[in-house]
């Protein structure tokens, strides 16, 4: 099917996870045609083994329905199941494409931007679950980030939703002006911090939006007190 779009490349192709992994280190495409269920890493372990800049764009195509919501997580742009016909392939390049095109406007393509410059990946709206929907959010619309299991907790408007990530993944995607790590586990939105109470130990007590009272460690509390004040 890639014959019949000549807009795409084939760069390399992987047997496994830990192939894939290699492969787009040492090719950096653009784009990842990427199964879920494969030998050595599954697709999510592959890509969280990634750092945020060498990941690609991502289509997901695999025979699993069930893990639709879990890709849309990890902000791929389309998910095709198999088995799947030229027309539904073509969408799914379309989607890529439009994807790319968009990244590119901006200056920088998609989660390759270097450590120091992910200006592209700051805009992008989060993909997250509410029961079983799938919703979009803002990232300035979050009021705080907490580590859940495999995924993190958001809070979002007196929801509490979930996205498939690490808060190190999502730090680094943040604008770091807008957003305070203050301890392993949690990440706060300065802008939706109502009030801060410096203890003796050199812990801080941050009241958000809503009521929700967080505590930091004083592992962190530099950050705190540099963005806080």
């Known amino acids: 099917m890639l014959t019949e779009h000549p807009e795409l490349m084939l ?9 894939a992994a290699a492969a787009i280190r040492g090719l950096a495409p653009d784009l990842v045609f990427l199964d879920i269920q494969m030998p050595e890493q599954d697709g999510f372990r592959m890509l969280a ?20 919501l879990d890709a849309f997580g990890v902000s791929a742009v389309d998910y095709l199941l198999k088995p799947f016909s030229r ?3 073509a969408l799914a390049v379309r989607r890529a494409l439009q994807f790319l095109r968009g990244a590119a406007a901006e200056g920088v393509p998609p989660d390759h931007a270097p450590a120091g410059d992910r200006s592209a990946s700051r805009t992008r709206r989060l993909a997250v679950r509410d029961r ?5 959010v803002e990232p300035a619309d979050v009021c705080w980030f907490e580590v859940y299991g495999n995924y993190l907790r958001l809070a979002v408007g007196g929801r509490v939703l979930l996205l498939h990530s690490t808060l190190s993944a999502i730090a680094a995607q ?7 790590r203050i301890s392993r586990s949690i990440l706060v939105n300065v802008r939706h911090v109502h009030s801060v109470k410096r203890h003796a130990n050199g812990q801080y007590e941050i009241v958000v939006a809503g009521g929700t009272t967080l505590r930091s460690s004083r592992r962190y509390r530099r950050d705190v007190r540099a963005a806080l004040g």
């Open 132 to 136: 079983d929907r799938l919703v979009f």
């Open 11 to 19: 760069a390399g192709e992987a047997s496994n996870g830990v192939e």
């Open 174 to 180: 943040l604008d770091p002006a807008a957003f305070v």
């Open 49 to 68: 083994s990634l750092a945020p800049h060498e990941r690609p764009a991502i289509v997901f195509v695999t025979a699993h329905r069930q893990f639709a």
């Open 87 to 89: 027309q539904r392939f």
